[in-house]
């Protein structure tokens, strides 16, 4: 059985002094739900106040990003060695991170390997833009995506990564990917884990849908088959909103 897993990633977004407010305030509401995982992925600066206010507390904290270098002259990035302790997730190949950062989908790789040999879990973005989209080319795209970042990765470390269907032209635009469409990519994205480490390893990856959930769709998501949580934006900003997006994955599918 798949435990729904729930991610706030809350982008460049709150300081560190509203960090520490905010789950001071969101921590006691969440942890009646202890039959699903949730997350909250605050900007680095974040990280140590996020550590101090869950202290005690299952929720689990990641990063948005890490570099694919050990150490080095790479000024302004993070190392997974500088986030093993404090956080145990770490979003890579967010499609801002592609778009905004020029990750391809070998930097993606080199940093999912980077953040497993540092024993924190990568969940793994992806996702297509409007045109392709709109060409039927998604599971395509999205499946030549899934190959080109897992390459290397063993069945073994398959089993500490989260996968996240992210389409492009549903994040931030309140224009969310219809739920039957979304069950299709996401069970696509399953059919390409299966054929690469066969149907045991498939079944027990989680997939998140992520682009514009909102309390008022997350039921819907969360009964389709394949989908197991969600990556959230705008919706994770606000405590009772990630409550209700919480509860709802709890009610359809919650250990
Ligand atoms: P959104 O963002 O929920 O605000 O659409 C999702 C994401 O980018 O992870």
Not at 118 to 125: E, S, T, V
Not at 181 to 195: C, K, L, Q
Request: hydrophobic share 45%.
């Amino acid at each position: 059985m798949r435990v729904p897993i729930i991610a706030g990633n809350w982008k460049m977004n709150k300081t560190a002094a509203e960090t520490a407010a905010f789950l001071g305030e969101l921590a006691p509401k969440l942890a009646p739900f202890t039959g699903t995982e949730r997350v909250v992925c605050p900007p680095f600066i974040g990280l140590p106040a996020a550590a101090a206010a869950l202290a005690g507390s299952d929720i689990k904290i990641g990063a948005q990003n890490v570099s694919e270098h050990e150490k080095g002259a790479y000024t302004s990035q993070v190392s997974a060695a500088m986030l093993e302790g404090l956080v145990e997730y770490v979003i890579i190949g967010h499609s801002e991170c592609r778009e905004y950062l020029g990750e391809t989908d070998a930097v993606i790789n080199r940093k999912i390997k980077a953040a497993l040999a540092h024993g924190l879990k990568p969940i793994f973005a992806m996702g297509e833009n409007l045109a392709v989209n709109e060409a039927g080319q998604t599971l395509a795209f999205v499946g030549g995506q899934v190959r080109a970042g897992l390459a290397d990765i063993t069945a073994e470390q398959m089993q500490n990564i989260v996968v996240a269907y992210e389409p492009i032209w549903a994040i931030g635009t309140g224009k969310s990917a219809n739920a039957q469409f979304a069950n299709e990519i996401t069970g696509g994205i399953r059919g390409v884990i299966e054929s690469l480490y066969g149907a045991t390893t498939a079944d027990g990856v989680r997939i998140q849908y992520g682009g514009s959930v909102k309390p008022s769709n997350m039921a819907e998501y969360m009964s389709q088959e394949h989908i197991d949580g969600a990556l959230v934006g705008g919706a994770s900003l606000v405590v009772d909103d990630f409550v209700s997006l919480v509860q709802a994955a709890q009610e359809t599918k919650g250990a």
